[in-house]
């Protein structure tokens, strides 16, 4: 079992930066980790995820300007966020434990079985 807590979220202006947080309870070294995003009445969108050996994919509209990596010896998930636009504004999720085939299916949030509550982003123009 892996329990997710994320932290970092808030109300930045365009044009600003946040660095989102996620530790994790268990190892999760071996775990293919991810960070999505919900917007109310939308679906849950993956922006980045990162595998055991620290290859990484992106949603589009936030290459370049968002980073994510982890940190092995402290059990903790990262998501340096630049350049923020209104239109990042969401709820933010970090997700472990995935599982299929991770190149074509790591935006699924139907293939990660631990999650996080989430932390606001909250961008204004």
């Known amino acids: 079992q892996v329990q997710l807590v994320e932290s970092g979220g808030g109300s930045v202006q365009a044009g600003g930066s946040l660095r989102l947080s996620c530790a994790a309870s268990g190892n999760t070294a071996s775990s293919y980790m991810a960070w999505f995003r919900q917007e109310p009445g939308k679906e849950r969108e993956g922006v980045a995820a990162i595998t055991s050996i620290s290859s990484t994919a992106y949603e589009d509209s936030v290459k370049g300007r968002f980073t994510i990596s982890k940190d092995n010896a402290k059990n903790t998930l990262y998501l340096q966020m630049t350049s923020l636009k209104p239109e990042d504004t969401a709820m933010y999720y970090c997700?472990?434990?995935?599982?299929?085939?991770?190149?074509?299916?790591?935006?699924?949030?139907?293939?990660?079985?631990?999650w996080g509550q989430g932390t606001q982003v909250t961008v204004s123009s």
């Open positions: 997700a472990a434990g995935f599982s299929g085939i991770w190149v074509a299916q790591w935006h699924q949030s139907r293939r990660y079985k631990y």
